[in-house]
């Protein structure tokens, strides 16, 4: 139901990797991906994608990334202009980020995490739980980290409980089974 790695939230902008480090004398950098989509960031240098950098600090600026490739569970990459590792070591920490519509499109019935945080959740009855304040990932099902009335609720993120999910509307009805909420 959910994508288990999507990009946080920054000023319009969505994260999709950190840099970690220089890699090697000639400029590249390696990062630590965050995105379920990982074979798209290859294709980032060769479309119209508008890449942005966001530094440690928060200031933002374009990015022009020349070539991406896969390495393992992480992306090499090559900024334009930065052709050695001195330069390479400036960009250390700086997050690569894209804006919401160049987001990969999801299936019908998956939403990325970032959507359903800030959702109210309701029961089918109308009881008020509270507001998602996160999502995690612990096993079969993602949990929703429901906060409300000075209580966290965990509830399990199945067709079976939540009932319908209004991501416009901001709201998410579920049908619990008996004793979850008490949990």
């Known amino acids: 139901m959910t994508r288990p790695s ?3 939230v920054v000023d319009d902008l969505y994260v999709i990797a950190k840099v970690a480090r220089p890699r090697g004398f000639k400029g590249d950098v390696i990062a630590d991906l965050f995105t ?8 980032v240098s060769e479309s119209k994608v508008d890449t942005w950098g966001i530094w440690p600090g928060g200031e933002v600026r374009p990015l022009a ?3 991406a490739w896969l390495l393992n ?3 090499v990459l090559k900024f334009a202009g930065c052709e ?3 330069s390479a070591e400036l960009y250390r920490g700086v997050s690569v980020a894209i804006m919401r519509g160049d987001l990969e499109e999801l299936p019908p019935d998956t ?3 970032f959507d359903l945080v800030g959702c109210d959740v309701i029961t089918k009855d109308g009881k008020s739980i509270g507001s998602v304040e996160r999502v995690e990932e612990f096993g079969a099902a993602p949990l929703l980290i429901v906060k409300g009335d000075g209580r966290e609720a965990l509830i399990p993120l199945t ?4 009932i319908d999910i209004d991501i416009e509307r901001k709201k998410i009805t579920i049908d619990p089974p008996e004793g979850l909420l008490e949990l």
């Open 36 to 43: 379920d989509f990982p074979d798209r960031i290859e294709q």
């Open 6 to 8: 999507e990009p946080p």
């Open 84 to 86: 050695t590792e001195e």
């Open 159 to 162: 067709f079976s409980i939540c």
């Open 111 to 113: 939403w990325y995490h």
């Open 73 to 75: 569970a992480r992306v």
């Open 65 to 67: 990334i020349e070539r």
